[in-house]
């Protein structure tokens, strides 16, 4: 079946460069998702590709895809403390409903 | 614009108490319903989703129950709450428009 998974914690110093890893298992065609959640409140949709692209970037933020380990990752440039958050992986099949999620990342930005 | 209205925020419970939260969808019609809870440490777990009126997909067996009553609004329920069921209660709605959007959680104890 599916399945997400991604480490639990990250940490880095304010200006850095964060990145925040993903696996997946689902083979088919399928989108994949970067969502944030700030404390104490729902998901927010920060980007998302699909599995016939490698990258996809928009400002701060590059996604990249490799197909063949089936990894994804979310590049955040000039991280700032407002970036720290939960952040969430999820992937959905194409033509179906379901969206799965990871355990999601804490990211915590240091001053 | 659509949004998504949950209540109540917060829900303070006895065991063996019966269970109702609401959500309902603004700004689009026909929408996929979804509700996941969110677990100290296990991520975003999909509990239920419908794709119309009165067909609902229950993912993992459990003391919970789901309906859709009407197009754009989507009840959880429990009949006897458990302690295992506190967590964090996310209502979710993907559109043809939009991928899935999130609303701002109900925050479940059981005591």
């Known amino acids: 079946g599916e399945d997400v998974e991604q480490s639990l914690f990250l940490s880095v110093r304010e200006g850095d460069s964060s990145v925040i890893n993903c696996t997946y298992t689902d083979s088919s065609s399928t989108y994949l998702y970067w969502y944030k959640q700030e404390p104490g409140a729902g998901l927010q949709l920060l980007t998302y590709i699909f599995s016939n692209m490698d990258m996809k970037q928009d400002q701060r933020l590059t996604v990249l895809l490799n197909k063949k380990d089936k990894h994804l990752s979310l590049r955040i440039a000039d991280t700032q403390t407002g970036d720290s958050a939960i952040y969430f992986c999820?992937?959905?099949?194409?033509?179906?409903?379901?969206?799965?999620f990871g355990t999601g990342t804490r990211l915590k930005v240091l001053a | 614009s659509q949004t998504i209205h949950q209540w109540p925020a917060t829900l303070v419970q006895p065991v063996g108490s019966p269970l109702s939260l609401e959500c309902t969808v603004e700004g689009t019609s026909n929408p996929n319903l979804y509700w996941y809870r969110q677990a100290a440490g296990r991520g975003l777990q999909l509990l239920f989703y419908s794709v119309g009126i009165g067909q609902i997909s229950s993912e993992v067996p459990q003391n919970l129950s789901a309906s859709r009553p009407q197009d754009r609004q989507f009840i959880l329920s429990s009949k006897k709450l458990l302690l295992s069921d506190s967590g964090f209660y996310l209502c979710a709605c993907r559109t043809g428009r939009t991928e899935a959007f999130f609303g701002q959680g109900t925050r479940l104890t059981v005591v």
């Open positions: 999820a992937e959905r099949t194409s033509g179906t409903y379901k969206y799965i």
